[in-house]
């Protein structure tokens, strides 16, 4: 079964040193402490490409610095938004970092890729406006204007296959590459459940009416912090009224031409194990 991309990080995010200032500044100047570079929000790896560039505090330059946590080690990681210069090592884009690194190392990138680039983007109060400040080691911001404190994001989107019989739905958004389908996904609004979420997503997107929505499984997504949430849906009927704004095409595929898809010889190419599309047809195709 290949790995799901961004999943099992193995850090322990140790919440007792980030609330308690002594001793996250005391982890900060810990000799072994071990800081992955983000430069731009790419994150620096060895110079082979093969794992993440842990530098020492003194090797970096400076910027925000958000604490991940304890290794197995019992190291303290941080990661830290500067320019690579002058390191060793290869920075490549979250998504080829998630290609290469196809274990629980990518779920570091995804922590540290989705919490620095949410500091770069809420410098200011949502609330009063004034300028805000890193707190609990990177794990919320405070405002000492009106005394808010606010939190990371984590944006839930619900990614589905409808099926019905022996049959599963995928479709195609524009852009894709030529003959590349996936399940079908979108936004959680603000006031409905996962699963009013599915089903309204599947009617807007395909016309179908669905029911018995069940979840499978999820995966954090750091472009910029979603949640993907997989969950397969029963459809009422297999016709289907595209929403053309939406998607270009969307077709019903069977068992056996889904895992054919999978394995990289079917008449259509489905998402690679990154995904978590590629493990919800697996998921399916296998008949679970
Ligand atoms: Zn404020």
Known sequence: MPHMGYT???????????RDPDALALARIHGQSRWLVLDNLKPLLTPAGDDLYWARREETGEGPAVFLGLDREGRPCFAIDCAADGLPGRLVDARAAGMRLGDGRAGIVAEARSLLDW??????????GAPTDMAKGGWSRHCNACGADHFPRVDPVVIMLAVRGDHALV???HGFPAGFFSALAGFVEPGESLEE????????????ACHSVRYVSSQPWPFPSSLMIGAIAEAESHELQIDGTELEEARWVSRPECAQALAGSGSWSAPPPLAIAHHLLRHWAEGR
């Open 119 to 128: 500091h770069r983007r809420h410098r200011f109060c949502a609330n009063c």
């Open 8 to 18: 099992g990080c193995p850090l322990d995010r140790a919440d007792h040193i980030r």
């Open 197 to 208: 979420a599915v089903v309204r997503e599947l009617r807007e997107e395909a016309g179908l």
């Open 171 to 173: 479709g195609r958004q």
